[in-house]
Antibody
């Protein structure tokens, strides 16, 4: 069974940093592109970032460019999102998802709250 | 990177059909046959229902279908059932390695 499990969320002050992890199993991790998608409380889905299968290519939404860094460890079957200079508007559930142009499946999400 | 446009809400009776539109631009929906649709029940992770405009993943009911014309994609659900009540999101590849979601549509089955 393909599984993606996010972790690392929590409460952080504005300007702070947090690193999210997405641990996977049930598929050949190194063959797939991966994405981070977020959802603010009561709001819609927003694409955040993607990384190709070997980690050589990354892309970001304008709203996080320069502050967030996506990376992966193919030996550990794990995806990461390093989030720096966090703002209140970054408060959301962060999902990792597998796929190139279609996201399937998704993890259960981890909540990040940016507040003083 | 602009969000795609979806109606905020739609409603219909059980057994009827509903179509949800997703309007983008010539830079995203209009340029790529890479539109996907996701169903999200409250408190749950999204689930893909349609990919590459009209393809249905294994296990998804054939009551779900997708299409595209110009800059607008559509999701049609036929034979509405109570379990179809959920939020639906479209997504399109937007070039340069980025993707864009629609704002979401809340489907109510009356």
């Amino acid at each position: 069974e393909v599984q993606l499990v996010e972790s690392g969320g929590g409460l952080v002050q504005p300007g702070g940093s947090l690193r999210l992890s997405c641990t996977t199993s049930g598929f050949t991790f190194s063959n797939f592109w991966l994405h981070w998608v977020r959802q603010a409380p009561g709001k819609g889905l927003v694409w955040v970032s993607r990384i190709n299968s070997d980690g050589s290519s990354t892309n970001y939404a304008d709203s996080v460019k320069g502050r967030f860094t996506i990376s992966r460890d193919n030996a550990k079957n794990t995806l990461y999102l390093q989030m720096n200079s966090l703002r209140a508007e970054d408060t959301a559930v962060y999902y990792c998802a597998r796929g190139t142009y279609c996201f399937d499946p998704w993890g259960q999400g981890t909540l990040v709250t940016v507040s003083s | 990177q602009s969000a795609l446009t979806q109606p905020a809400s739609v409603s219909e009776s059980p057994g009827q059909s509903i179509t949800i539109s997703c309007t983008g631009t010539s830079s995203d929906v209009g340029s790529y046959n890479l539109v996907s649709w996701y169903q999200q029940h409250p408190g749950k992770a999204p689930k893909v229902m349609i990919y590459e405009v009209s393809k249905r993943p294994s296990g998804v009911s054939n009551r779900f279908s997708g299409s595209k014309s110009g800059n607008t994609a559509s999701l049609t659900i036929s034979g509405l059932q109570a379990e179809d009540e959920a939020d639906y999101y479209c997504c399109s590849y937007a070039g340069s390695g980025t993707s864009a979601f629609g704002g979401g549509t809340k489907l109510t089955v009356l």
